[in-house]
Every structure is written in structure tokens, then in C-alpha cells.
């Protein structure tokens, strides 16, 4: 090999191995400045397989990852779980920064999930059938907490009210999901495969992605799972015998053994909610949370109830994080991984 062909190998590898990705936030001095990332690329996990492999096969019910690990990472990751779609997480509403690069911003590796039968994992080993569901941008608004009603605003709102396109990229930020309890547990038991494999990582979460992602620390055969931070959490788990009964369908809750429940124990939790909660019926959802908390709490693990506007946050939506002010709020995220010591280099 010259010596010429030797330094224009190791030039491309050195270029391959950081990438530059421009943030698409404004910032007050102008644009923010390039995301440098040493890897990234994605993968398949979990799931089955049909038939017989090389015959007569179909590989099915996989989920799909999505990551990004930035220059001089953290060693703790951070697991995206959505439970609309992973817009969301990608861009505040208005299109500037989202989740995703502040997350890079600050040093952690990143993955974007979803899981099977979900956005890019929908192969599904099971017959599915889509039936559009008219009303669901109306739904949206409401339990979005965006207003009370479809074409009022709560005041204060961290939205671009009037911005028309910020409103239907929202109303866009939507897959086809599969809410019931046997979904929940395949997302779940399918997760849990992708979390034993990356190593050390704080799982995010909204809305009925919080239930999902307790169930795939449950299924979790590694001690990977370092917290979770779930923000507006739809459904919970507890163990039997205790915490609000109901049907186990639909958004839970779901009940457990209690040996299964002390798996989430072993790592603190943090339960975040924006603004407006006592004027919706999210209302029943924070208390049930305070429950939650007490009871991985009464079992010895460390989980605590986050009121945004306790902090100082004033008029954030069910999606906290893709709100006008989502840096705050991933301010509120940097004092738990500092408190738990997850912000290591």
C-alpha cells in the first residue's frame, strides 16, 4: 500500500467516524452550532419468526432503533420512547431544536424507538386492519392539553398558537398504535432485548410509552435500566392487590407479582407533568402517579413526582418536551442525571 492510498484511508475514516449535523434551532447569536457525532445507524430487534427459515419464513414483530452517539459521549444512553410518533422528539413544534439534539447537545448517545407494529416496525406476525379514525385531530387538541376545547388555547400555552404550520405538523405527529394490554407487553418484552444489548441508559417517555417502557424494565434481564423519566404517564403498573384496580385491556393498569414489581425499585424514577392538569382529565392521572410513586417508594426505590409549574414552568402541554420552552424542561432532566450521578463522561 503507498503511502498516499494509507493517509487517504485513514482521512475517510476520520471523516466517517464524525459526522457534522447543523442543529436546526436559532439561537440568539444565530444558528446553533454543528452536532459532532461519532456514530450512528440503527437496528432491528426482538421479534419471531414464522414458517420455517430458508423454506418457507417470515421474520416478524421486530422493533426498530434509531441511534445517534455524539463525540465525547456520556456513558449513559438515553432510550426516546414515544407514544405518537418519533416527530415528536425530534423537533419543538415551531421546528426548532428538538429532544434528540439538545440530548446530543449535552453528551448523551441517543435512541429513537419504535416498537413493533408501530411507525418502522410494523412487519407484523399477526393480521392488522387501519380504520381511519375521524375526530382524532380534535382529540388531539384536547388531550394535548393545547385548550380545552378544539379552537381555544389555554393562556399561556407553550405552543406558536399562530402559527398554522407548527398546528398541522402537530396534528401529523401521529402513528397508527395498537393501545391494548397484549401490544403493550410485546412493545414491552421486544424493548427489553434492545436495552440489555446498548448498556447503561435513562429511559424518556410520554403518554402511554410510560407504561410500556415500565413493563420492558420488568422484562429486562440486565440491570441496564438506570432511570426512567416519564413525562404524563397514561397507565401504570403495581402489584397485585395494590394501587387502582380496573380491566387489564386498554391503557392498564396492569398488576404484577410484587417480586416483578420491586424490578422498579432499582432505579430512581422521575414523573413529570406540564401545566392545566387540574382543568382536564389528566387530573385523575396525577394522582394516580402520586400512588405510583408512593408504592415504588413503600418498596425501597427512589420515585418522585415532578409539578412543572412547581419549578417554574408555566403553560406546558402533554408533550412537555416539544414545547417553546423545551429547553427549560430539559433543564429540569439535567438536575435528575446530575442528582443520580447518570451524567458521567
Not at 466517517?16 to 457525532?37: E, H, N, R, W
Not at 419543538?92 to 411507525?119: A, T
Not at 375526530?135 to 405552543?159: T, Y
Not at 391503557?251 to 407479582?257: K, L
Request: glycine fraction near 12%; proline fraction near 6%.
Amino acid at each position: 500500500m503507498t503511502a498516499r492510498k494509507s493517509i487517504g484511508l485513514a482521512l475517510s475514516a476520520t471523516l466517517a467516524a464524525a459526522v457534522l449535523i447543523t442543529g436546526t434551532a436559532i439561537a440568539a447569536k444565530g444558528k446553533a452550532s454543528p452536532i459532532t457525532i461519532d456514530r450512528m445507524g440503527s437496528f432491528a430487534t426482538g421479534g419471531a419468526v414464522l414458517g420455517e427459515p430458508g423454506k418457507n419464513s417470515l421474520s416478524c414483530d421486530q422493533g426498530y432503533v434509531e441511534f445517534k452517539v455524539p463525540a465525547r459521549a456520556r456513558k449513559t444512553n438515553l432510550w426516546l420512547w414515544h407514544s405518537s410518533s418519533t416527530h415528536v422528539w425530534e423537533a419543538r413544534w415551531d421546528g426548532g431544536e428538538g429532544y434528540e439534539s439538545l440530548m446530543l447537545r449535552r453528551g448523551y448517545p441517543v435512541y429513537k424507538w419504535d416498537g413493533p407494529r408501530v411507525g418502522r416496525g410494523t412487519m407484523s406476525c399477526e393480521p392488522t386492519s387501519y380504520t381511519p379514525a375521524m375526530g382524532q385531530d380534535e382529540r388531539n387538541h384536547v388531550a394535548w392539553r393545547f385548550g380545552p376545547e378544539v379552537g381555544k388555547w389555554f393562556e399561556g400555552i407553550q405552543f406558536p398558537t399562530g402559527d398554522a404550520g407548527a398546528y398541522e405538523q402537530a396534528m401529523r405527529a401521529r402513528y397508527v398504535e395498537w393501545d391494548v394490554a397484549r401490544n403493550a407487553h410485546l412493545e414491552g418484552e421486544t424493548a427489553a432485548t434492545a436495552l440489555d444489548r446498548i448498556g447503561p441508559t435513562v429511559i424518556l417517555t410520554n403518554s402511554a410509552g410510560d407504561w410500556r417502557a415500565m413493563l420492558a424494565a420488568m422484562a429486562s434481564k440486565t440491570d441496564n435500566v438506570r432511570g426512567l423519566v416519564a413525562y404524563e404517564p397514561a397507565a401504570f403498573v403495581f402489584p397485585e392487590g395494590e394501587g387502582p384496580s380496573g380491566p387489564e385491556t386498554g391503557f392498564g393498569p396492569t398488576h404484577v407479582p410484587l417480586e416483578q414489581f420491586r424490578k422498579l425499585t432499582r432505579f430512581p424514577i422521575q414523573i413529570v407533568w406540564g401545566d392545566y392538569t387540574g382543568q382536564t382529565y389528566w387530573k385523575s392521572n396525577v394522582e394516580v402517579s402520586r400512588q405510583f410513586a408512593a408504592l415504588v417508594n413503600k418498596y425501597g426505590g427512589k420515585a418522585e413526582v415532578l409539578m412543572l409549574p412547581d419549578a417554574g414552568l408555566k403553560g406546558n402541554s402533554h408533550i412537555p418536551f416539544a414545547d417553546l420552552n423545551n429547553a427549560q424542561v430539559a433543564a429540569q432532566l439535567d438536575l435528575f442525571m446530575r442528582k443520580n450521578g447518570l451524567d458521567k463522561r
